[in-house]
């Protein structure tokens, strides 16, 4: 999706689940063995399977050329890239983060980043994936150098109440969460995500090398 949208010079800037639709509708029925493993008198438990993996995207309304305005604030919350909260401007890779958080939350069921408000965003980040560079948290622009001070995050002192300390100190690092949920090929989707979801937009994986990873290339050789 992101690759055959970039190499036409388009961002999509709004990927996220809504947006991303299957082609059919059609599935099949198999059995859940982790459900009916805690239920053992009962074997009905399944999971429905969609018969094809084929996806479109949907939702273009925000969608942008690269030579265009990219000053203004893009991406539902959940999946917005760091460089769009702290100003920074943006590009091609603010899709990207995007897709991380995405298979993030088809891995674990729920969005990787619960949150409305921009300095617990950061928090979670840095609780998930680690400190912010301070190259990039010294590029912020003047409406987001609030949540910065000595060169670091300010957080926890900045937050606004406990609950949202606690919602941010109850995340997993990424190695963890992934592993939760992932029985197979664990370290290549950790491998890949930590591509997708790099701080500094000039570091993080392009369409096109995502697409050539082993996660992907090892499931693309057995079809």
Known sequence: MALVMHDLRLIHTDLKPENILLVSSEYIKVPDYKVSSRSPKDGSYSKRLPKSSAI?????????????????????????????????????????WSVGCILVELCSGEALFQTHENLEHLGMMERVLGPLPQHILKRADRHAEKYIRRGRLNWPQGATSRESIKAVLKLPRLQNLVMQHVDHSAGELIHLLQGLLKYDPSDRLTAHEALGHPFFSRYHGRS
């Open 56 to 96: 479109k995207v949907i939702d273009f309304g925000s969608t942008t050329y690269d030579h265009q305005d990219h000053t203004y604030i893009v991406s539902t919350r959940h999946y917005r890239a760091p460089e769009v909260i702290l100003g920074l401007g943006w590009s091609y890779p603010c899709d990207i």
